[in-house]
């Protein structure tokens, strides 16, 4: 998993740069519809960099798959989000395949007492491992801002 804090100094000119372009697309071609589903740059950026990083090993993987030591060549899918929520497309794949095998085992499951459907309950699945991630990076964030300029006290007792 990786975060990337978009409003950092190192990412503001090409975020800045992504935003007024969606907003001057979105204004041009229909000035009440949402902006468009996009990644921001930085997501992008470093999606490919965990990608190159774990290359060689899912092209190990092929070859042992080509020689048939592995069963099912596996695939990779970086977990990469923004400090702000933003999914990165690698992020969005893998947490949709997690719902789908949800949704599977649902309705592969004998009917519940209360009532509710495999895809309602998939919902809530999707919904709930997405604001369980978010509030995990927010409570990072926020640990992060609570602790930058303090001094390190590990290994000190206080009092």
Not at 6 to 15: C, I, K, L, M, Q
Not at 125 to 150: D, K, N, P, V
Request: aromatic share 6%; with cysteine; glycine share 6%.
């Amino acid at each position: 998993m990786s975060v990337v804090n978009t409003a950092a100094p190192s990412y503001a000119t090409t975020e800045l740069a992504f935003i007024a372009t969606q907003q001057e697309a979105v204004s041009i071609l229909n000035p009440t519809a949402p902006a468009a589903n996009t990644s921001s740059p930085a997501l992008g950026r470093r999606e490919r960099e965990k990608r190159e990083k774990y290359s060689r090993l899912l092209m190990l993987a092929k070859r042992q798959t080509a020689k048939g030591k592995r069963a099912d060549r596996p695939d990779f899918n970086p977990m990469v989000f923004s400090t702000n929520g933003d999914v990165a497309p690698g992020a969005e794949a893998l947490l949709e395949w997690i719902a789908g095998k949800y949704c599977a085992l649902m309705a592969a499951s004998p009917p519940r007492l209360d009532g509710c459907a495999p895809k309602t309950l998939t919902r809530a699945f999707r919904r709930e491992s997405r604001h369980t991630i978010m509030c995990h990076l927010a409570a990072g964030q926020g640990e992060m801002i609570a602790w930058a300029g303090a001094p390190n006290l590990r290994g000190c007792v206080l009092l």
